[in-house]
């Protein structure tokens, strides 16, 4: 073997101008001004490779020599340094990828398929809020169970389902990046989770009126005001607050409100507007709203917009009461089960669900507007009634 470390670090200051050689293939290539470069020399493949070690006096004789050692092993392997540190840069440089940007390219990556293409920012706002300010400048690489638990441990059992959105949002970011090639660990996310334990907090459903004291509540809304019409015909089309509240007047049509398809909770689909009946009851209160109607939307807010999501329920707020606006979906489904003979899947359309697997869906080509429309005729009559709706639908051939 060639002599080994012929050189000393006061020899490669003093020396001039030139090549000299350490041995073992290690040369240094100084310059008139004092500097120089570290170079190797190897062979592989029956050719001469000459690698760059990095600027002298930067890298000193003893970082230059540990170096070399470590490429010519590499070389003694059958492999061409050179082009094993060019894979191992391009590795380093995919693998610095921030969660905060992977997030916001897997947010990108899916607005197709949210709601309003995810402006509302309920599918981002979880990372952004429990995951980002501690990881969203990690690598994402270097994200462990370790990491996601720390993360995540404050919230785990005080805040269960928002903690759960965070962990599926977190899970998503992680396999976006696996399918860019980085290099993480796809498991991360359930072995976190097996740290965490078993959630203690019990999901709570929303407070919701008994639907035989809905009509009371109903007839007290009589003050004409823009909340109060707003409530009515939320329990009226038993439809989610949201949709409501951009009610606009273009979507209704004699006694069919369409609502758009990414007005709609869940995915956006071209195909999924959804068409809500309008009983003669929920006609004549929209009709008093019109006067309070701005830029074509029913229900506007005070200065600008529509009204806001909290709008309804710092009303029932104010009147003392525990239940939801959101509730009164629940009222109607409970109506419909226990006052009506009602088809369970007439009565979960009325609320927008789909129901039925994939194969039932593709052959279901209705949405039964005529069995709903006579059903939410009876419910609006029922709102008005003393004591509701005691009665039963006639069942629907």
Not at 8 to 20: I, L, P, T
Request: proline share 4%; net charge positive.
């Amino acid at each position: 073997m060639r002599a080994l470390n012929k050189l000393s670090a006061q020899a490669v200051k003093a020396a001039q101008a030139g090549k000299y050689s350490d041995g073992g293939g290690l040369w240094i290539f100084k310059k008139d001004d004092g500097g120089g470069k570290w170079v190797l020399r190897v062979h592989v493949h029956g050719r001469r490779r000459e690698m760059g070690l990095g600027a002298y006096p930067r890298v000193s004789l003893k970082e230059a020599r540990l170096e070399a050692d470590k490429w010519r092993r590499v070389s003694q392997q059958g492999k061409d340094p050179i082009k094993e540190r060019q894979a191992a840069r391009r590795a380093s440089k995919r693998n610095l990828h921030l969660l905060g940007d992977i997030a916001l390219d897997a947010f990108e990556s899916r607005k197709a398929e949210l709601k309003g293409d995810g402006l509302a920012g309920r599918w981002y706002s979880p990372l952004e809020l429990h995951i980002l300010p501690k990881l969203g400048k990690v690598p994402v690489s270097e994200i462990d169970q370790r990491d996601i638990r720390d993360t995540l441990a404050p919230i785990w059992h005080e805040k269960a389902h928002t903690a759960k959105k965070a962990m599926n949002r977190l899970g998503i970011c992680i396999r976006h990046a696996a399918a860019l090639g980085l290099d993480v660990d796809i498991q991360a996310v359930d072995k976190a989770k097996a740290l965490l334990g078993k959630q203690r907090h019990t999901t709570q459903n929303t407070p919701a009126l008994h639907w035989r004291d809905v009509p009371a509540f109903y007839q007290s809304l009589d003050q004409g005001t823009v909340t109060e019409l707003a409530l009515r015909l939320l329990i009226l089309t038993a439809v989610r607050a949201a949709p409501l509240r951009f009610l606009h007047l273009d979507q209704i049509e004699g006694d069919v409100w369409t609502i758009p398809a990414e007005a709609m909770k869940g995915r956006k689909d071209a195909t999924s507007d959804f068409r809500a009946p309008l009983s003669s009851e929920a006609l004549a209160v929209i009709e008093q709203a019109r006067p309070f109607a701005r830029d074509g939307f029913l229900f506007a807010g005070v200065r600008k917009g529509v009204i806001s999501d909290a709008t309804m329920s710092k009303y029932m707020d104010r009147r003392g009461m525990v239940e939801r606006p959101h509730g009164f979906r629940s009222s109607f489904r409970d109506w419909t089960a226990e006052a009506t003979n009602t088809p369970r899947e007439v009565a979960e359309i009325c609320l927008g669900h789909v129901s039925g697997g994939a194969v039932e869906l593709s052959y279901r080509r209705t949405d039964y507007l005529e069995q709903r429309r006579a059903l939410m005729e009876r419910w609006g009559s029922s709102l008005n009634s003393s004591q509701g709706e005691t009665g039963v639908v006639v069942a629907i051939k």
